[in-house]
C-alpha cells in the first residue's frame, strides 16, 4: 500500500471525448509524475508537477494536460481522445523535485472505443 | 535519452531453478530501480540501487548494479510460483525528473 490513490479505476470513452483522471498523492509528497503503460510495454512518463507547475515533460502531444493543486492532488487531462490512448494511466508521488524516486497507484483503466 | 534494455522478454521457469534478468542501459543513471507488477495491476517497488556495486537482497530475489557495465541484474534463487510476474527495471533519465522504464520481462514459474 504507497497511499496514492487514483480515480477511477476503470473508464470506457469514445473516440474525440475528453477525459479526466485524479490522483491523491502520498502524504508528505509534493511531487507528482503521470505515466502511460500500454498493454505489454513498460510505462512512458508523461509529465511532472511540483509545487502546481509543471516541471518536465515526455514526448507527448499539447492534448495531455495536467494540474496539481494545493494539496499536491492532481489530475490528468486528455482532449481528442484517440484510440491509440487506451492504456493503464499510472499516478506517481515522489518525495521532491530532483528525486525520482516514485511510488505508485493502483492506475486507472482507460478504453477509447 | 535514456533507453533501458532488458532480457529476456519472456522466462518460464520451473520451481526451485535459480534464473538472472538482465538490464542494460544506455546512458549515466544515477539510480536504478526493479518494479514488479502483477497482471492488471500497479507497480511495486523491489529495490533502488543507488551506487556501483550496490546489491540488495529481500528473499529470493538479488539485485545488483554495475554502473561502469550500465548493466543491473535480477537473480531469482529456487523459484517459486508466486514470484510469477512481470519484472521492470527503470533508470533516472538525464532530466532527474522521469524514469525510463524498459520493456519489462514476464516471468512464469511452473510446477
Known amino acids: 500500500e504507497t497511499g496514492v490513490t487514483q480515480s477511477p479505476t476503470h473508464l470506457i470513452k469514445t473516440r474525440g471525448q475528453q477525459v479526466t483522471l485524479r490522483c491523491s498523492s502520498q502524504s508528505g509528497h509534493n511531487t507528482v509524475s503521470w505515466y502511460q503503460q500500454a498493454l505489454g510495454q513498460g510505462p512512458q512518463f508523461i509529465f511532472q508537477?511540483?509545487?502546481?507547475?509543471?516541471?518536465g515533460r515526455g514526448n507527448f502531444p499539447p492534448r495531455f494536460s495536467g494540474l496539481q493543486f494545493p494539496n499536491y492532488s492532481s489530475e490528468l487531462n486528455v482532449n481528442a481522445l484517440e484510440l491509440d490512448d487506451s492504456a493503464l494511466y499510472l499516478c506517481a508521488s515522489n518525495p521532491g523535485t530532483g528525486k525520482t524516486e516514485a511510488f505508485f497507484g493502483q492506475g486507472t483503466r482507460l478504453t477509447v472505443v | 535519452e535514456l533507453k533501458v534494455e532488458q532480457n529476456p522478454l519472456f522466462l518460464s521457469m520451473q520451481e526451485g531453478k535459480n534464473y538472472t534478468i538482465y538490464c542494460n542501459y544506455s546512458t549515466t543513471s544515477d539510480r536504478l530501480y526493479w518494479y514488479r507488477q502483477d497482471p492488471g495491476k500497479s507497480l511495486e517497488s523491489l529495490f533502488v540501487l543507488l551506487s556501483n556495486g550496490a546489491v540488495k537482497q529481500e528473499g529470493r530475489l538479488m539485485a545488483s548494479l554495475d554502473t561502469k557495465a550500465r548493466l543491473s541484474t535480477l537473480h531469482i534463487t529456487a523459484a517459486v510460483h508466486d514470484l510469477s510476474a512481470t519484472y521492470f527495471c527503470?533508470?533516472?533519465?538525464?532530466?532527474?525528473?522521469?524514469?525510463?522504464f524498459g520493456k519489462g520481462t514476464s516471468l512464469l514459474v511452473t510446477p
Open positions: 508537477y511540483y509545487r502546481e507547475e509543471e516541471n
Open positions: 527503470a533508470g533516472d533519465s538525464n532530466s532527474g525528473y522521469a524514469l525510463n
